[in-house]
């Protein structure tokens, strides 16, 4: 079986087809237009042809209601290579923070277990965190599931997801912390670090090394990057923006 460790079982339920998944390409994001309860009976009755791997209550635990070896009838030509979530609610509604919570927590759950990857996806094919939506016709024609509301909430989900897992969000580059912050002739190691970078470009200006104050040497150095780009003018004056900090590539640092 293929139960996901802290999620309380509900099932069966005979609107599934046993052995039934294909693939696991990620996790698609439902809403309930109803309360739990309410859900639950629906996907437990065999008239509603109807059914979710998982359920989301607005408080509580994250509940499973078919094994995810097994199809669930969700959204019909994805169900063989989707998991499905139904969040308790309605349309219009935003996620919960025990929603959230319990979404990050399969999201997680199933990259560890299924190597799904933490990315928001729009395309049926593709793959990571989707909405019923996403699928047009194909998927039953709810286009307006969840709501927009919930599929803004999606860049939260992962962001949390990868807390849980602890995996390091930093960017690889620093980004650009504004024109202000230089003119203020700040001291951090992300002078330091852009300094670094203006020697290993070959626009130094430094007789002994960049250090961590914002000085004219620094300015003298960028202003030299900005040419070596193609700057001129006003654009070449030695103070950074945000396209010649881009193609920098300073390293990132947490001091700002």
């Keep these: 079986m293929a139960l996901m460790p802290g999620a309380t079982f509900i099932g069966p339920t005979p609107n599934e087809r ?12 439902h809403i309930q237009q109803g309360t739990e309860a309410g859900s639950e009976a629906w996907f437990k009755n065999p008239k509603s042809q109807a059914s979710s791997h998982f359920m989301n209550p607005k408080t509580g635990n994250l509940r499973q209601l078919v094994d995810t070896k097994d199809r669930a009838w969700a959204e019909a030509d994805g169900n063989a290579h989707w ?12 996620l919960t923070a025990s929603q959230l919570e319990n979404a990050a927590r399969l999201l997680a759950w199933l990259h560890t277990r299924y190597a799904v990857p933490l990315q928001s996806t729009d395309d049926p094919t593709g793959k990571g965190l989707g909405w019923h939506g996403m699928g047009g016709a194909a998927w039953g024609g709810h286009t307006g599931c969840p709501g927009d509301p919930i599929k803004a ?3 939260a989900i992962i962001t949390r997801a990868k807390a849980i897992l602890g995996i390091d969000q930093k960017p690889a580059y620093q980004p650009f912390p504004g024109a202000d912050w230089f003119r203020r002739q700040p001291r951090s190691s992300i002078v330091t670090a852009m300094g670094k970078r203006l020697v290993a470009v070959g626009c130094s200006a430094y007789s002994s090394g960049p250090g961590p104050q914002w000085t004219d040497a620094d300015r003298a150095s960028y202003k030299k990057w900005q040419r070596k780009l193609g700057f001129i003018g006003s654009s070449a004056d030695g103070w950074p923006g945000e396209a010649s900090w881009a193609a920098l590539k300073v390293p990132y640092t947490k001091e700002v």
Excluded at 18 to 29: A, N, S
């Design 153 to 155: 909430q999606r860049a």
């Design 18 to 29: 046993v052995d039934g998944m294909v693939e696991v390409r990620g996790l698609v994001l």
């Design 83 to 94: 998991i499905s979530i139904e969040n308790e609610g309605y349309a219009g509604d935003t």
